[in-house]
Nanobody, 120 residues
Framework: QLQLVESGGGLVQPGGSLRLSCAASGFTLGNYAIGWFRQAPGKEREGVSCISSGGSTNYVDSVKGRFTISRDNAKNTVYLQMNSLKPEDTAVYYC??????????????WGQGTQVTVSS
């Protein structure tokens, strides 16, 4: 059974760091592009970052230079390292699998989300 499970969220002060993990099961992670999305209260879900099966990455402008996406295919896990966090990064963060190897394809599966709160 295909499953994506996020972890690593929590409460952090502005300027702090968190590393989110997306553990995949039921499929071979290395064959797919994986994205991170977030949804803040009252706002639409937005794409944050994506990593293709070949390792190409992209980021939304608001997180460039602060967030880093990576993957460990041996562990079937994708990570999102978030540094210099800001209150506006507060949201539920979701990982998602596209239907193929690159980030331009549509999303096929979603995780359940993990809450990130940036506050002093």
């Amino acid at each position: 059974q295909l499953q994506l499970v996020e972890s690593g969220g929590g409460l952090v002060q502005p300027g702090g760091s968190l590393r989110l993990s997306c553990a995949a099961s039921g499929f071979t992670l290395g064959n797919y592009a994986i994205g991170w999305f977030r949804q803040a209260p009252g706002k639409e879900r937005e794409g944050v970052s994506c990593i293709s099966s070949g390792g190409s990455t992209n980021y939304v402008d608001s997180v460039k230079g602060r967030f880093t996406i990576s993957r460990d295919n041996a562990k079937n896990t994708v990570y999102l390292q978030m540094n210099s966090l800001k209150p506006e990064d507060t949201a539920v963060y979701y990982c998602a699998r596209t239907i193929g190897s690159n980030c331009q394809l549509r999303i096929g599966s979603w995780g359940q989300g993990t809450q990130v709160t940036v506050s002093s």
